[in-house]
């Protein structure tokens, strides 16, 4: 077998385990020297590859690789840059090849969510469509939970534990002031289209009355009516009322909230914050005190309360990439397949990306309360198996200790090219 490097990319939004992948797909490559030359990262993702900015990670230490399973965000640089089709830009594919040729890379890694894995299944078209053999494998990735097929996307069980435990201490906080203060709290998280986030802030409530007492989803049109009864109705019964809300929730006519009339990269409506919305409804309505909260970065940052399974998957689904691909296979997601809820049990199937790209998984209907406020037993069951665990990672000087690459460039062989 011809000895091929690899590329390697972060895309999208990072999480707390994406680097946990990054070292399963490294360390997996580096036990097949036979096969697998060199490991090259793209720099800020695929615009690594199309501007020739690649790391040589094979300049990275043993222990430094390691140090990723327990390092958050995109050690290489992420970058939201979705590559639009063959007809429309022939260029920049004809580019990915002269990149690739150049640095004779035949293996083709792109971690990522559900716009990486369109971009992934285009890259392994080349070799049919412009005559280039190179092997696309995506390794999923989104805090979002949506990509379908696989029981989990690795990032979301940490997330979900982070904002769990922040709903569950705010409401602690909520309640013991309560009687003079604030009356009504709202934690803003990640969801567009998908209440997965949304969903395992329920996790924290555990017994009648306690919080979050309401839950906003975007699979769910917003009642203002019923959710103004139902805030009400928890300030007389329990004293106060804690809300977890989805950046994606909507308005019947399928308008979002708190849409600002922007768009990101990816040309997604840019989401201009749901919760300060909700809490002026709520004190012009009502009247009631109230304090909010956006956990935006934080959320998927929080690698020092990452969910032990979840550091797991990202691991192994970076190892599994790299078997796929030492099998010969190409355009396929390595996905969890749940064998078990308790206990938890799961191992590593293959999924085509043409059944992965642009298709979002939603929360069930069964997952939500027949009232749209809040999460069932079977929604329940399934997400807490995904936060079991605890995964700390070594702290020095009272602070967790992660590491920060080197990132040697890759000496350019090609003229500069500019996206």
Request: aromatic share 10%; hydrophobic share 40%; with cysteine.
């Amino acid at each position: 077998m011809t000895v091929k490097n690899a590329f390697y990319a972060q895309s999208g939004g990072v999480t707390a385990v994406i680097n946990a992948s990054a070292a399963g797909v490294i360390e997996a490559a580096r036990q097949h020297p036979d096969k697998i030359g060199k490991v090259y990262a793209g720099r800020n993702g695929i615009i690594g590859a199309l501007t020739e900015d690649l790391i040589d990670t094979s300049e990275e230490s043993a222990e430094d690789i390691a140090a990723l399973r327990h390092t958050p965000s995109g050690a290489f640089g992420s970058c939201r840059y979705k590559l639009k089709s063959l007809e429309a830009n022939r260029t920049q594919y004809e580019r990915l090849i002269e990149v690739f040729k150049a640095h004779d890379i035949g293996y083709f890694f792109y971690n990522g969510g559900g716009d990486s894995a369109d971009t992934c299944l285009k890259v392994s078209q080349l070799a049919e469509t412009m005559g280039y053999p190179i092997q696309a494998i995506h390794v999923p990735k989104t805090v979002d939970n949506d990509l379908p097929i696989t029981d989990c996307s690795p990032g979301f069980g940490s997330v979900a534990k982070y904002v769990a435990t922040s709903i569950r201490e705010a409401g602690f906080d909520v309640d013991s002031m309560s009687a003079t203060s604030t009356k009504v709290f709202i934690l803003e998280v990640m969801g567009r289209h998908a209440g997965w986030i949304t969903a395992a802030c329920g996790l924290a409530a555990e017994g009648e009355g306690q919080p979050p007492h309401i839950l906003l989803f975007p699979e769910i049109d917003f009642d203002q009516p019923a959710f103004l009864a139902r805030v009400k109705e928890c300030v007389e019964q329990y004293g106060y009322c804690v809300i977890g809300v989805s950046e994606g929730i909507k308005n019947a006519d399928g308008t979002f909230l708190s849409e600002s009339g922007l768009t990101d990269a990816f040309g997604h409506a840019q989401l201009g914050g749901v919760a300060p919305t909700i809490a002026k409804l709520v004190k012009d309505e009502l009247g009631y005190k109230y304090h909010w909260a956006v956990a935006d970065y934080l959320q998927r940052a929080a690698r020092h309360i990452a969910s032990k399974v979840d550091v797991e998957q990202a691991y192994a689904l970076g190892q599994a990439a790299v078997r796929i691909a030492l099998e010969g296979k190409n355009a396929i997601m390595p996905a969890i397949r749940r064998l078990e809820d308790q206990p938890y049990r799961w191992d590593i199937i293959e999924a085509p990306l043409k059944d992965v790209a642009n298709v979002e998984k939603f929360m069930p209907r069964e997952f939500i309360t027949e009232d749209g406020f809040h999460i069932t037993e079977a929604c329940r069951r399934y997400l807490s198996p995904l936060i079991q665990g605890e995964d700390v990672p070594p702290f020095k000087n009272g602070m967790p200790d992660y590491v920060r690459l080197k990132k040697i460039s890759v000496g350019r062989k090609l003229d500069s090219f500019h996206v």
